[in-house]
C-alpha cells in the first residue's frame, strides 16, 4: 500500500536548520512528484513547494524563497525539506504529500503523518 | 500570493446541507479548473475530499459535491452526519508553478 513515512519531531533553537525527510513505499516513486505543505499550531494549511523526484525540478513559494531547500535521493525513495535561519513562526507541523504532477491536478491522494519542528530558545 | 477566502465557520444540523465557499481571484479560482478540498480532523493529515473542482476520489462519499463559478468555488455537504465534523480546505492552482490554500473552514454538526 502507498505510504509516506516522515521523520520524527524535533526542537530546534532560533537561526537553525532543519531537515525532514519524507520515504515513500508502495508506489514507483518518480512517478509522482512530492509537495511540501506546513501547518502552525491552531492555523491553516500552507503550501511550500515541490519536487520531481524523476527530474530533480523543484519550485518554491515566494516566502520561503531562500530558506527553504527540497532533495530528493531516488535509490532510497525519499525526499527531503530543509529551513534554515529559523523562527519561531516556524514552528509547525510539516507535512509532505503525493500528486501527479506540478499543479497538483488529481489533489494530494497521500499524505505524510507530519513532522512536528518546534523553534524555541 | 494570498490565500483563498473561507468563512471561518459553518454550522448544520444532522441530515441538512451545507456550502462551503472558497473565493479566490482571475489569476487562479477563476483561471484554472484545478481546485481541490481536503477534510482535516484534529490531530490528522487532511484528507482528498474533491479534485479538479468537482470530480471525487475513490471511496469519497457522493455526499460531498464540488462545484464552481467564476473566482469562487463551492463544497457542498448533503446529509450532514456527525463524522463530517472537522476543518476543511480549498486549494487552487495559482499559474506559475504555484499553488495556494485557503484559509479554512470549521464545520460544526450541531
Known amino acids: 500500500q502507498v505510504q509516506l513515512v516522515q521523520s520524527g519531531a524535533e526542537v530546534k533553537k532560533p537561526g537553525a536548520s532543519v531537515k525532514v525527510s519524507c520515504k515513500a513505499s508502495?508506489?514507483?516513486?518518480?512517478?509522482?512528484?512530492i509537495h511540501w505543505v506546513r501547518q502552525a499550531p491552531g492555523q491553516g494549511l500552507e503550501w511550500m513547494g515541490w519536487?520531481?523526484?524523476?527530474?530533480?525540478?523543484?519550485h518554491y513559494a515566494q516566502k520561503f524563497q531562500g530558506r527553504v531547500t527540497v532533495t530528493r535521493d531516488t535509490s532510497s525513495s525519499t525526499a527531503y525539506m530543509e529551513l534554515s535561519r529559523l523562527r519561531s513562526d516556524d514552528t509547525a507541523v510539516y507535512y509532505c504529500?503525493?500528486?501527479?504532477?506540478?499543479?497538483?491536478?488529481?489533489?494530494?491522494?497521500?499524505w505524510g503523518q507530519g513532522t512536528l519542528v518546534t523553534v524555541s530558545s | 500570493q494570498s490565500a483563498l477566502t473561507q468563512p471561518a465557520s459553518v454550522s448544520g444540523s444532522p441530515g441538512q446541507s451545507i456550502t462551503i465557499s472558497c473565493t479566490g481571484t482571475?489569476?487562479?479560482?477563476?483561471?484554472?479548473?484545478?481546485v481541490s478540498w481536503y477534510q482535516q480532523h484534529p490531530g490528522k493529515a487532511p484528507k482528498l475530499m474533491i479534485y479538479?473542482?468537482?470530480k471525487r476520489p475513490s471511496g469519497v462519499s457522493n455526499r460531498f459535491s464540488g462545484s464552481k463559478s467564476g473566482n469562487t468555488a463551492s463544497l457542498t455537504i448533503s446529509g450532514l452526519q456527525a463524522e463530517d465534523e472537522a476543518d476543511y480546505y480549498c486549494?487552487?492552482?495559482?499559474?506559475?508553478?504555484?499553488?495556494?490554500f485557503g484559509g479554512g473552514t470549521k464545520l460544526t454538526v450541531l
Open positions: 504529500a503525493r500528486t501527479t504532477d506540478i499543479v497538483a491536478t488529481g489533489g494530494y491522494d497521500y
Open positions: 508502495g508506489y514507483s516513486f518518480i512517478g509522482y512528484y
Open positions: 519536487i520531481s523526484p524523476s527530474s530533480g525540478a523543484k
Open positions: 482571475s489569476s487562479d479560482v477563476g483561471s484554472y479548473n484545478l
Open positions: 479538479e473542482v468537482s
Open positions: 486549494y487552487s492552482y495559482a499559474g506559475s508553478s504555484t499553488l495556494v
